[in-house]
């Protein structure tokens, strides 16, 4: 829907450009795309996973703080 992408834009917006994160995410992200092209499987999933968990308390910590 059009709200939702709304809030998805906003949402990355916000996380994406939050100052001190984006060299973070940059890091995950190679790691992620070396152990694919590395062809390994576990260590992929374990880059992911490890990315998705600082991206989620993150996201959390960007929330509770007052708008």
Request: hydrophobic letters at 40%; aromatic letters at 6%.
């Amino acid at each position: 829907s059009t709200s939702m992408l709304k809030w998805l834009r906003d949402f990355h917006f916000e996380m994406v450009h939050a100052p001190g994160l984006e060299n973070t995410t940059l890091v995950e992200h190679r790691r992620i795309v070396e152990r694919i092209a590395a062809r390994d499987a576990e260590g992929a999933a374990k880059a992911m996973s490890d990315h998705l968990l600082r991206a989620h308390e993150s996201y959390r910590k960007h929330l509770a703080q007052p708008s």
